[in-house]
């Protein structure tokens, strides 16, 4: 071995490259003349899909501000087309839009709520594989995914319950889904840790206490989930309204909506007005009260369109 004195050359480290700092460069794969063909096709495909959704949505509005003549005769295209705002003017004195206006947005907050405690609790309970006759639940439940008793027994339960021509009859049934039941179940037993259930169980935590503090928190995706689904559902929904309800009243949107688009095909000649006339203001109000019933969801959805997405996965995932 070697004796190094202080005299003796000591070689100087080699000095490497400075690596660039940040994300390495991905290298662009090249398409072939297949790929672009093929993306080509999809564009094209999708755009066509896009124009079939978006321009009935856009001939509504256009159609809510042009003349109700240019609009029966067929003039009214892509744009508007002799400018008449007389169908805003109508729908905003007509008191029973407003009473229906607020009847489904009591309608929508009273049944989201309701529904999502419900949905929530059950799916925790059913989640749990201490739960006593868990598949008997199981399966009760998924019956009636796939059957119903029918309109009359429906009918016949409503009435039995004292429910008819009440709130109640808008709110009550229905309350909980089987399919959003299923995935909320799904959500947490894939997404609710054993061992954080187990770590609250030694701190001390009942079970009460640990659903509340532990388990509510981390669940707020599935529960932004389920009051975007129910809520949008309560809030296009007239069929139990115009079977159970006869006071006007109580009336939801969409019901005094129904009855609009029915007075545009079949009116009579009262209040000074001729048939004629009636028939082009029911047709004026029927684009202006689309328009209106809509605008709380299309004011929404941008914000909470993500969710729509992490339902649709939540749901696709299996036991």
Do not use: H
């Amino acid at each position: 071995m070697e004796n190094f004195t202080a005299e003796t050359p000591v070689t100087e480290p080699i000095a490497l490259p400075a690596q660039p700092v940040g994300k390495p460069r991905r290298r662009k794969v090249k398409e072939s003349r297949g790929d672009r063909i093929y993306y080509a096709i999809t564009y094209i495909i999708l755009g066509i899909l896009a124009v079939l959704v978006i321009y009935p949505l856009y001939f509504v509005v256009i159609a809510s501000f042009s003349s109700a003549d240019a609009v029966l005769a067929g003039k009214v295209y892509l744009y508007p087309v002799d400018i008449d705002f007389t169908g805003y003017v109508r729908c905003f004195e007509r008191t029973d839009i407003w009473i229906g206006y607020g009847n489904t947005i009591w309608y929508t907050a009273a049944y989201t709520v309701l529904s999502v405690v419900f949905t929530i609790t059950a799916a925790w309970a059913l989640s749990r594989k201490t739960l006593p006759f868990r598949k008997f639940w199981m399966i009760f439940f998924t019956i009636t995914m796939f059957f119903g008793g029918g309109l009359i027994p429906f009918y016949k339960v409503v009435s039995d319950l004292n429910l008819l021509d009440t709130p109640f009859a808008i709110i009550l049934p229905g309350t909980v889904s089987a399919w959003n039941l299923f995935m909320a179940k799904t959500f947490f037993q894939s997404g609710i840790s054993d061992s954080i259930i187990e770590a609250a169980e030694l701190d001390g935590a009942n079970r009460a206490r640990l659903f509340v503090s532990i388990i509510l928190p981390l669940s707020m995706p599935i529960v932004a989930v389920l009051s975007l689904y129910y809520a949008v559902g309560q809030w296009n929904s007239y069929f139990n309204a115009m079977i159970f309800l006869n006071n006007p009243d109580l009336y939801p949107l969409q019901l005094v909506l129904k009855e609009i688009l029915t007075a545009s095909e079949s009116t009579t000649g009262g209040s000074g007005e001729t048939i004629l006339e009636q028939f082009r203001l029911a047709n004026q109000l029927k684009y202006v009260t689309v328009i209106i019933s809509s605008l709380p969801v299309f004011c929404l959805y941008p914000f909470v369109q993500r969710f729509f997405a992490q339902g649709v996965m939540v749901g696709s995932l299996k036991d």
